[in-house]
């Protein structure tokens, strides 16, 4: 079976990635971005004490640990995933690029102060962060879709560059396609929606996931 074709795959659009960390993609997109399940299958899966991270880990173990998960199918938590009946949900997202480009995005759904998902992904191999911004946003607005029908939705994002080019109608010259325009078609069949700028003071929990997810897409180049 084509794993792009198994339940719970939401598999997303990524720049250019590893042949590796594209392959930790497809596993996250099987656990539907949830960062800490995955991870914590691939670190079981690895042989010894090592895991994802580990520097002692070789890519070749990394992929024959992928490999076998991808090939099990979806975990169980995932075959009949359940939804969100929250009303008014809070999303939290951010991205985050190492300094020689490795980028990542995060997000962060929240109902009543309570996280109902913690999303992470590699963007891209060599991806500025205002791209990883966009793929932030597309990554969580992607999950309310499929988990949550709120009647109201709260974006809490950090991007000006974002919130000037989504919700402001102004040009702007960052390539984000192909997620602008999927952005937009997100935002038009919520029944609500309202955004919020966070300064940098301001806590935003999509920031750790951002940061793992950069990690990811610096893998490479197994």
Not at 68 to 87: C, D, I, K, N, V
Request: hydrophobic share 40%; glycine share 8%.
């Amino acid at each position: 079976m084509d794993p792009h074709d198994r339940p719970g795959d939401e598999r997303l659009p990524s720049e250019t990635l590893s042949p590796l960390a594209a392959r930790v993609d497809e596993l996250l997109a099987l656990y539907r971005y949830e960062l800490t399940p995955a991870i914590d299958a691939i670190d079981a899966a690895v042989p010894g004490y090592g895991g994802l991270f580990d520097p002692e880990t070789t890519a070749d173990e990394i992929r024959a640990a992928v490999d076998g998960l991808l090939e099990a199918g979806p975990p169980q938590s995932q075959r009949t995933p359940g939804t969100s009946g929250a009303s008014q949900v809070v999303l939290y997202v951010d991205g985050s690029a190492h300094s020689n480009g490795p980028a990542g995005a995060g997000a962060v759904i929240q109902a009543d102060e309570t996280a109902i998902a913690r999303l992470g992904r590699p963007v891209g191999s060599r991806t500025n962060n205002n791209v990883a911004e966009y793929a932030a946003l597309h990554l969580g607005l992607q999950a309310l879709t499929t988990r949550c029908d709120p009647a109201s939705v709260e974006v809490r994002i950090d991007s000006m560059t974002v919130i000037d080019h989504i919700w402001g109608h102004k040009e702007n010259t960052v390539r984000a396609t192909p997620y602008s325009t999927a952005i937009t078609s997100f935002l038009s069949n919520l029944p609500a929606h309202d955004w919020t700028h966070l300064a940098d003071s301001d806590p935003n929990p999509a920031d750790a996931q951002a940061t793992v997810g950069a990690d990811i897409a610096a893998l490479g180049p197994g």
